[in-house]
């Protein structure tokens, strides 16, 4: 779900159940890819394309055979001019250069062409989208935090240098900077980091991918530099690399970022650089240091100017299909911290006409009620069907024990079943959203503000926390199966790897931000190849103009400090249009994918309330499509006061809309 950081078809008649809408049921085959089925678009009945290798079988023969160029290249010199030249000689490496440029350049081509039948620009190798403002930072803040880290060793008597070679310094950077680029940096970055990062983004998460191809570089590396005992710190580059590859969706900043940190070690070594105190920690800050400013500088430039980090369309859009569940998410009730609860008063006339709005205003054909109140859950399912809505049912349960977790869900999963029964096939349940965070145990942290927060630091523990994640799943799972005949889902975070077996439809909540937005396309591609339908159970935008970047993290401009008085921080203007742009674009890129359904995140964030004072417009930070009413006008949003916004509109108009083929 959206981080609220407190931390956070065919048309029906009421009661009429749309055939286009159902799901797979337990007792069915779960389709195959391929296999013509109510649970696919109806593109999943044409022949499916021939079958080509895996994303790391691709991903590892590119690898190879650049290894095998690499190898070649530097045999080659002993040959000319000769097995006593340097190996940084300028002869040496004009011999590589041009040996790996005559090889690894059309290999890279070939592959792209040939074995991923994509443009170069989908691995982030066309022109830099965005200009040349990212690479030149990822080019500067390393060389200056170089001069300033040498500066200071050399004033605190920490390391000498030789004054008389600044010249023979500058000479090897213009001579053999260029030449050590074309030689290996940039083959280097052409395959690892170009092809195979993005290519195992096929059929992995973006960090495994990450960790996949440093892997393959590192050992590469050491293979051609016979260098072995580097191949940890090999590694280590890789994974630097690899962070700024996908942060940045090209490689052109990788490249300026792996120059300047050259640039360092030819000048060190030019300098005759001889380290006198605490050799191990200057020699840690000369090495990892400029490789943390550019990595500082790139994030701080993206963060000012987000569009720079926008990235570039990663795949080519399918043909155009009609969302089989064209959906939205209902909050009936949830608190994310003590003394703070989205819906205090529950009335259900207001509850009923939200539903028919959400059926017949919206013309929504599936609808996601989620929430802590079970009894409400219940009724609001109850009323969203009489309305003719497929359901999906997912309870909610911030900062709970696991046990509770599981024993909320079997009685959700239960009331489920006997709606199930009085509606056939037009009830499902989700298990859960996002629960390494919602949880306890999993992700370590006292709430869910603090788990939220500890993820971005803690990447390197997401197997232990995907297994643990994956032993509660199949907890729930089993739990609900044994009370449930219908079909079962989950809301998954995009930094969660889920074992979807004991699933009919894979769900995820997939915002689009800057670091989703260059393989956007490619994350939905990497679900349905599993051959199981795919749902993306949240997507959406807060209605300010810098949301469009932010995607699920769009709430984290409200202050939670006081709960009576919550604030929105920084000089941000609300602009609506933005949530409207972005919630098309999506569905332009859902009715493209073959993707089963979506669901708008979300219909009202009640507590969220809409001010006239920008730095109250809590609504501005929230992702409802209405607009609750000022505090001041004594109205409350628990009484069906609201206004819709221009994303109420926007989706009103989209899911009205009928598909047809030439529409794509």
Known sequence: MPEQTPPPGQESRPGQEPPSERVPRPAQKTPAAGDPSPAQPPSASRPAPAPRATPLVRAVLVAAAATVIGVLATASTTLFPGPDAAADAPLVLAVRTAFTMAGVVPLVWAAARFLDRRPLAAFGLGRSPRGWATPLAALLAPLLATALLLGVAVAVGAASVDPDAATDAALTLAVVLPLLLLAQLLPEEL????????????????????????????????????????????????????????????????????????????????????????????????????ALAALWAVTALRSRRPALASGVPDAVPGPRRELQQKGILYDVGSSYLPGQHSRPRWRSDVVDEEMRVIREDLHCTAVMVFGEDLGRLEEAARLALAHGLYVWVQPRLVDGAQEEVVARLARTAEFSE??????????????????????????????????????????????????????????????????????????????????????????????????????????????????????????????????????????????????????????????????????????????????MGAFVCMFIEGDCHHSCDPTRDLDMASFGIVRPPTPESGLSPDDGHWEPKEAFHTLAARYAARVTAEDS
């Open 191 to 290: 395959v690892f980091r170009g092809y195979a990062q993005h290519v195992l983004g096929d059929r992995f998460s973006p960090w495994a991918a990450l960790l996949i191809q440093a892997a393959l570089f590192a050992v590469s590396a050491a293979l051609v530099t016979g260098a072995y005992a580097n191949t940890g710190y090999l590694f280590l580059l890789g994974v630097f690399t690899g962070v700024l590859r996908m942060n940045t969706g090209d490689v052109w900043t990788v490249l300026a970022a792996r120059t300047a940190l050259a640039a360092g070690g030819l000048v060190f070594t030019a300098l005759d650089l001889r380290l006198l105190q605490a050799p191990g920690l200057w020699e840690a800050l000369l090495v990892f240091g400029p």
């Open 418 to 595: 006997r709606l199930r029964e009085e509606h056939p096939d037009r009830v499902g349940v989700n298990v859960g959203c996002e629960l390494s965070v919602f949880v306890r145990g999993i992700v370590p942290g006292r709430d869910f503000g603090s788990r939220s927060s500890a993820l971005g630091l803690l990447f390197p523990l997401f197997p232990l926390f995907n297994h643990r994640l994956g032993r509660l799943l199949g907890k729930l799972a089993a739990t609900a199966r044994a009370r449930f005949g219908g079909p079962l889902t989950y809301g998954a975070g995009t930094w969660e790897s889920v074992n979807w077996t004991p699933f009919d439809v894979i769900g995820v909540d997939y915002y689009l931000d800057v670091l989703t937005r260059a393989t956007y396309r490619q994350g939905l591609r990497r679900l349905r190849a599993t051959g199981k339908p795919v749902l993306v159970t949240e997507f959406g935008c807060c209605s300010y103009e810098a949301a469009r970047y932010q995607g699920g993290s769009g709430a984290d401009i409200m202050d939670w400090a006081d709960l009576d008085d919550r604030r929105v921080t920084g000089d941000h203007v609300r602009d609506e249009r933005v949530q409207a742009e972005v919630i098309g674009e999506m569905l332009d890129v859902y009715e493209t994918e073959d993707v």
